[in-house]
């Protein structure tokens, strides 16, 4: 069995463990943490939430597991905490010198966790359609193709929670993807 394939069933299984574990079993609950945290280093709730959801979305497409990235990650957490201001949609960044794949998501109402932005973002393979590499007209895709990338590899995220009530969250991914002309897999 190929190792990726293999990380990615071992993360699915800890994870899936984990949410099973009745919060008031916190012994067992922190032993699954522990567990997870060997398989994705310096991650926390919300990492690994987003790191899940990424993972399950490519697996559907037999792409292999991302990794998370802490550079990704304290990149991320930079541009997100510049948004916690007002939480409105801008699309200047600076890039630090490093050329990145981006999925932006933000709602209102502090209940939005990492894994509803990735549901939203992988929810756009409907309008995907792989022949023409192309989205349905007036719809986005974009999300989605970079989510399954066949090169990329590495994955770090953020969630803020904004002063107007905000939620924004970003992810950056290396190597990028949705190159023009170019199909994701």
């Not at 699954?32 to 994705?40: E, S, T, V, Y």
């Not at 792989?130 to 719809?139: A, E, L, M, V």
Request: with cysteine.
């Amino acid at each position: 069995m190929n190792s990726s394939y293999l990380r990615v069933i071992l993360l699915l299984g800890a994870i899936n463990l984990v949410v099973s574990v009745s919060i008031t079993n916190a012994i067992t609950l922190g032993h699954m943490f522990g567990i997870c945290r060997a398989l994705c280093p310096g991650c926390d709730h919300d990492s690994l939430q987003f790191l899940f959801r990424h993972n399950l979305v490519r697996a559907q497409r037999l792409e292999p597991p991302l990794m998370w990235d802490l550079r990704l990650q304290h990149y991320a957490q930079q541009w997100a905490n510049q948004r916690k201001e007002d939480c409105a949609m801008r699309h200047s960044f600076t890039d630090g010198g490093f050329s990145l794949g981006e999925n932006i998501y933000w709602g209102y109402g502090a209940n939005w966790s990492p894994a509803d932005a990735v549901v939203a973002w992988a929810s756009e393979k409907r309008f995907y359609h792989y022949r023409s590499n192309s989205c349905d007209p007036g719809q986005m895709c974009g999300h989605y193709t970079q989510i399954i990338w066949k090169n990329t590899r590495k994955v770090g995220c953020a969630r803020v929670v904004c002063n107007n009530g905000g939620i924004f969250m970003t992810c950056n991914y290396d190597p990028p993807g949705n190159y023009i002309g170019q199909k994701p897999y």
